[in-house]
Antibody
């Protein structure tokens, strides 16, 4: 079974750093792209960026370029999303999802990681 | 960026009746070289991640009930649920992958 399992919920203070993870299993991790999608409380879906773990080719949404860093460690089939300095406005659910191409549909999705940033 | 606009924002339909959700893109998502529409539909139930229903505008994902169908081309698309079931209560999103990925704002589907 193809699965993406994300790391657990996080509670952080403004200005702190954070790295969340997404571990793939049941398929060749280096043959598909992994994208990240933000969902703010009660809101819709926003594409943040995407990485190809095979060669670490990474693309960012202009809205998120410079705000986050996407990376991957293919040796452990894990993709990451990180922030160097969190803001309260980063409070959201973050999903990873697999894509067949850098511009494609997402399937399956991870269960989501809730990030809460509050002083 | 291509802007995706869904209508209506919310919809209430009786069990067994047809539900129709529309999605309009600000520019065509039909790629002429392969005649494919770069559009997908997702279902998100409360407390769950989104689930892929349809890609290439009309190709149903494996395991998705055949009461779900997608249609349209160019800039105008429709997701149809032919006979609404209680388990179909969810928010539905369209997404274009013709260029920088963008989603519609979502349509909330409820039982009347």
């Amino acid at each position: 079974e193809v699965q993406l399992v994300q790391s657990g919920a996080e509670v952080k203070k403004p200005g702190e750093s954070l790295k969340i993870s997404c571990k793939g299993s049941g398929y060749s991790f280096t043959s598909y792209w992994i994208g990240w999608v933000r969902q703010m409380p009660g809101k819709g879906l926003e594409w943040m960026g995407i990485i190809y773990p095979g060669d670490s080719d990474t693309r960012y949404s202009p809205s998120f370029q410079g705000q986050v860093t996407i990376s991957a460690d293919k040796s452990i089939s894990t993709a990451y999303l990180q922030w160097s300095s969190l803001k309260a406005s980063d409070t959201a659910m973050y999903y990873c999802a697999r894509a067949p191409r850098f511009s494609g549909w997402f399937d399956p999705w991870g269960q989501g990681t809730l990030v809460t940033v509050s002083s | 960026d291509i802007v995706m606009t869904q209508s209506p924002d919310s919809l209430a339909v009786s069990l067994g009746e047809r539900a129709t959700i529309n999605c309009k893109s600000s520019q065509s998502v039909l790629y002429s070289s392969n005649n494919k529409n770069y559009l997908a539909w997702y279902q998100q139930k409360p407390g769950q991640p989104p689930k892929l229903l349809i890609y290439w505008a009309s190709t149903r994902e494996s395991g998705v009930p055949d009461r779900f169908s997608g249609s349209g081309s160019g800039t105008d698309f429709t997701l149809t649920i032919s006979s609404l079931q209680a388990e179909d209560v969810a928010v539905y999103y369209c997404q274009q992958y013709y260029s920088t990925l963008t989603f519609g704002q979502g349509t909330r589907l409820e039982i009347k």
